[in-house]
């Protein structure tokens, strides 16, 4: 759906509202190619169209809320969603009054469209089966446009709309022996995909080698971004949520109270300039361009919603309670240099599995399973067997970290729950003086 057929829609419904009522629609729709892959063959393919809308109806402290899909044909759409506005109509005296309920009276419109050109998604699979032969190579491709809209009674119009592309893949050697690897972005550069099968190789010609089997300890590591976004992934969740710290059920308490702290060179930001996320929220705010959650190591703001800041006399600053754009400040270490800076150790490529082992202290607890290897010397020896990792936020991007790679990775999320996900983090990796294994 096009923005001036998705307010057409939404100034044909709120002119059919009577006394206070307030109405807000929302749009969340998508034009997206999919491929999948297995044994580095294209065993599926396909094209996704599709919108959806929200209605959200407004009556004093009540609100009623439904959603339906739209077909592209507007009358047709309009009968669809005039009903589910009078089915909305009736609900709504039965609903009771909602004290957290929070929307912007303020009448703003915008619109936003990033991402450049994608190529076919047939290029790239046949750049990518040609590069990968040879490979058990297993993954997804999913690229196009994904559309984001919202409009009131009270005069909101806002537009979102970003092209993007997604390849997640992994390349198995044998039984659970496998690296996994990723490729997202706004502009899609080949080389880059070449380079990353070419790393994809030589780490699979180590971890051919016998496996080395190493003591549960402390040991020396340097964590790839995608390890260090499965520990921020499990963290953002009550880690950086203004209700969350209020309630004191927060992972980044100890924090919060100065009692423990972070390295100096720690810079934690929610990136909303970003662009690949919608720069408004449902109920009609602005967010603004950054929040800075971690400032040189020690706590600055936290993320707000409508409803907290309602309930908490904040202002709000974000659509969720959770880092939709995360990024992690870049340090001075070159990636080239990392393996020379490790010397000897462990080389992290990806963390699973992960859960609080210790909540109060920041633990947590996961598994290292793929792309995990012995270091000597500042070479890759052998693969390591799956360990089990319990260690603490507060050491490893604490006293123990000793670097922040200078380059950072843009990792998108895979999730295709209720459509295509536009959640990112953009990482460096990590190198830190130790990381406990448990088993």
Same mark, same amino acid.
């Given at each position: 759906m096009s923005p001036d057929a998705f %307010?057409?829609?939404?100034?044909?419904?709120?002119?059919?509202?009577?006394?206070? !009522?307030i109405l807000f629609c929302q749009l969340g729709g998508e034009s997206s190619d999919f491929a999948r892959l297995s044994q580095n063959r294209i065993r599926q393919a396909g094209h996704l169209q599709s919108a959806t809308l929200g209605l959200s109806l407004l009556n004093g402290h009540r609100q009623a809320e439904a959603f339906c899909d739209l077909g592209g044909v507007p009358e047709q759409d309009l009968r669809t969603a005039t009903g589910l506005l009078e089915r909305l109509r009736e609900r709504i005296p039965f609903v009771p009054e909602d004290p957290y309920l929070n929307y912007s009276?303020?009448?703003? @419109?915008?619109?936003?469209?990033? /991402?450049? =050109?994608?190529?076919?998604a047939e290029a790239v699979m046949d750049l990518l089966v040609? !590069?990968?032969?040879?490979?058990?190579?297993? /993954? #997804?491709?999913? $690229?196009?446009?994904?559309?984001?809209g919202l409009g009131s009674s009270v005069g909101h119009r806002f537009w979102h709309e970003s092209r993007s592309f997604n390849l997640d893949w992994s390349s198995y050697l044998q039984t659970d022996?496998?690296?996994?690897? =990723?490729? =997202?972005? %706004?502009?899609?550069?080949?080389d880059v995909l070449r380079a990353k099968v070419g790393d994809l190789r030589r780490g699979l010609e180590v971890m051919a080698r016998p496996a080395r089997v190493i003591q549960p300890g402390r040991y020396r590591a340097y964590l790839a971004p995608a390890a260090l976004q499965e520990l921020l *992934?499990?963290?953002?969740?009550?880690? %950086?949520?203004?209700?969350?710290?209020?309630?004191?059920?927060?992972?980044?308490?100890?924090?919060v109270r100065a009692e423990r702290g972070l390295a100096a060179g720690v810079n934690i930001q929610e990136e909303h300039v970003r662009g690949l996320m919608p720069r408004f929220t449902a109920e009609g705010f602005l967010k603004p361009d950054r929040v800075?959650? #971690? @400032?040189?190591?020690? %706590?600055?703001?936290?993320?707000?919603?409508?409803?907290?800041a309602r309930e908490y006399g904040a202002e709000v600053n974000a659509a969720a309670d959770v880092p939709e754009s995360i990024a992690v400040g870049a340090g001075d270490l070159a990636m080239p240099d990392v393996l020379a800076r490790l010397d000897t150790g462990l080389s992290i490529g990806n963390l699973w599995y992960c859960n609080w082992s210790d909540m109060n202290d920041c633990r947590m607890t996961g598994m290292t399973r793929f792309g995990t290897f012995w270091v000597e010397g500042g070479e890759l020896v052998a693969p390591v067997e799956v360990m089990r990792f319990d260690d603490s936020l507060y050491h490893l991007l604490g006293e123990r970290l000793e670097a922040l790679t200078r380059e950072r990775?843009? #990792?998108? $999320?895979? !999730?295709?729950? @209720? /459509?295509? $996900?536009?959640?990112? *983090?953009?990482?460096?990796?990590?190198?830190?003086? /130790?990381?406990?294994?448990?088993?």
């Open positions: %307010f057409a829609l939404t100034e044909a419904l709120c002119a059919g509202l009577s006394g206070t !009522e009276m303020q009448a703003r @419109e915008s619109l936003e469209q990033v /991402g450049e =050109g994608l190529p076919p040609a !590069e990968a032969d040879g490979l058990d190579l297993v /993954g #997804i491709w999913a $690229s196009g446009s994904v559309c984001a022996k496998a690296l996994k690897c =990723g490729y =997202g972005g %706004f502009r899609w550069e080949p *992934a499990l963290l953002a969740w009550g880690g %950086f949520g203004l209700k969350d710290h209020r309630t004191h059920q927060s992972p980044l308490l100890k924090l800075t959650l #971690i @400032e040189d190591g020690a %706590f600055r703001d936290c993320l707000v919603d409508a409803r907290t990775e843009l #990792i998108l $999320s895979p !999730e295709t729950y @209720e /459509g295509r $996900s536009n959640a990112s *983090a953009l990482l460096p990796g990590l190198l830190v003086s /130790g990381i406990d294994l448990a088993l």
